[in-house]
């Protein structure tokens, strides 16, 4: 037979108003009470009915990730560090791809919104650095967080900080590193292959790679830079493209692992030996970093926990404004990995 509240509230000694208010995370609720009704809902392995529970009133016991990114990984992280927490708190995931190139994007988005009637929503880049995505949700009043490359702002550079609604991953610090960590070995020649264009993290990436030449004094070759995407494919033709020119690096710089991936590939076909001839480096930290030979040097983000605290964001937004968790992190930086494809410039 299924339990019920019914069943929680009498095993409790509580009503199932009061059961009702601890499975919804009300703050009023003593501690006392509220061990109790947990300690039932243990002991009777209460699953509440999350459908009935939101269609019995306004509140909403779902919430989303918009997402429009090519790597499979990066959006598996996201969903994993989410749920972890959707999980804590009685909640589902609604799992939501949307293509910012299709014009009716924000229709799309607008109906997916009132049909699942969704507590909040969570982004991801690059839609989570599209302006008019943003308006629209202030438009709807629907809590969101965004998570975005760059650093996080004062607030009193950016209003929406003071409203706590972004996880930033400071891109430009870390790529700075993986530049410095090829420079201290040697390497003047310094490649970089770019990734998606339309993605804020490629422009911070980018220019921390700039900043570590700068500060080092050497000169920025733009032959060495290469437009891509953050794919395999990417890499491999920006690789083969780059190592044929006149002036060959002793260094690649790879936008993501997975064109770093790539990049070692097309080496591997010129018979070009990694690190002794070419020194490798990717970012992200994804498996693509430890399923090539030899293993990437890249730079750790830690996707899960970054989407992890985004929810923890969420849900501490949607329960009152005025509660806000001012301890919770909010700015992380990627931090330099060393592995085998990187080594001392060849003399």
Not at 54 to 74: E, H, I, M, R, W
Not at 130 to 157: A, C, F, K
Not at 247 to 270: H, Q, V, W, Y
Not at 271 to 291: C, H, M, N, T, V
Request: net charge negative; proline share 4%.
């Amino acid at each position: 037979m299924k339990v019920t509240i019914n069943d929680v509230a009498r095993l409790a000694g509580v009503s199932m108003k009061t059961v009702s208010r601890v499975m919804n995370n009300e703050p009023s609720v003593r501690k006392k009470t509220s061990d109790k009704v947990m300690a039932a809902v243990k002991e009777l392995n209460y699953q509440p009915n999350l459908a009935a529970r939101s269609l019995a009133g306004t509140k909403s016991f779902a919430v989303g990730l918009v997402y429009d990114n090519p790597n499979a990984y990066y959006v598996i992280d996201m969903q994993n560090g989410i749920l972890s927490r959707c999980k804590d708190e009685g909640y589902e995931l609604l799992i939501h791809p949307c293509s910012d190139s299709e014009k009716n994007m924000l229709d799309e988005l607008k109906t997916m919104i009132s049909r699942s009637r969704v507590a909040g929503l969570i982004l991801t880049p690059p839609l989570s650095e599209r302006t008019h995505v943003i308006e629209m949700l202030e438009d709807l009043n629907i809590n969101y967080v965004r998570i975005l490359s760059g650093e996080q702002p004062t607030q009193n550079e950016d209003e929406l900080t003071q409203k706590h609604t972004s996880i930033y991953v400071n891109d430009r610090d870390a790529s700075y590193t993986i530049t410095t960590h090829l420079i201290e070995h040697g390497h003047k020649h310094i490649a970089f292959i770019a990734g998606d264009k339309e993605h804020k993290s490629t422009l911070e990436r980018l220019a921390g790679y700039k900043d570590a030449l700068r500060d080092y004094e050497i000169e920025i070759d733009d032959q060495l830079i290469i437009d891509g995407t953050y794919s395999f494919e990417s890499g491999v033709e920006g690789a083969k493209s780059v190592l044929a020119a006149t002036n060959k690096p002793t260094a690649i710089f790879a936008c993501n692992d997975e064109i770093a991936a790539g990049a070692l590939f097309a080496s591997r076909l010129m018979d070009i030996k990694i690190p002794e001839q070419l020194s490798i480096a990717g970012f992200e930290d994804s498996p693509f970093s430890r399923q090539t030979w030899p293993k990437l040097t890249t730079a750790h983000q830690s996707n899960s926990h970054i989407a992890k605290l985004a929810a923890k964001l969420l849900f501490t937004n949607n329960r009152s404004a005025s509660k806000r968790d001012d301890n919770l992190e909010l700015c992380f930086t990627p931090e330099l990995v060393v592995r085998d494809s990187t080594g001392p410039a060849p003399q």
